[in-house]
């Protein structure tokens, strides 16, 4: 996963992981656990789902955030 490029579009909307997680409806510390993959958290397909509808992401931006 690209942590930095998911951060960058996040900061494109103007909104903190704090703000993120709130929109895709997880809470703080699982959503920041996801973005640095500790004790092996990922993001499941709904979470890319909601990322995709807040971030507005294409279909291109999603393989290089998720699949990088």
Same mark, same amino acid.
């Given at each position: /996963? !690209? +942590? !930095?490029?998911?951060? %960058?579009? /996040? &900061? @494109?909307? =103007? ?5 993120? %997680?709130?929109? $895709? =409806? ?5 959503? !920041? ?6 004790? =092996? &958290? @990922?993001?499941?397909? +709904?979470?890319? !789902? %909601?990322? *995709? @509808? %807040?971030? *507005?992401?294409? +279909? +291109?931006? $999603?393989? &290089?955030?998720?699949?990088?």
């Amino acid at each position: /996963m !690209n +942590a !930095n490029l998911l951060k %960058a579009k /996040m &900061a @494109e909307h =103007g909104l903190t992981q704090k703000e993120t %997680a709130k929109r $895709i =409806g997880i809470s703080y510390s699982r959503f !920041n656990a996801k973005v640095t993959g500790c004790h =092996g &958290a @990922e993001f499941t397909l +709904a979470d890319v !789902n %909601a990322l *995709k @509808e %807040a971030l *507005k992401l294409d +279909a +291109a931006q $999603i393989d &290089a955030i998720f699949f990088a």
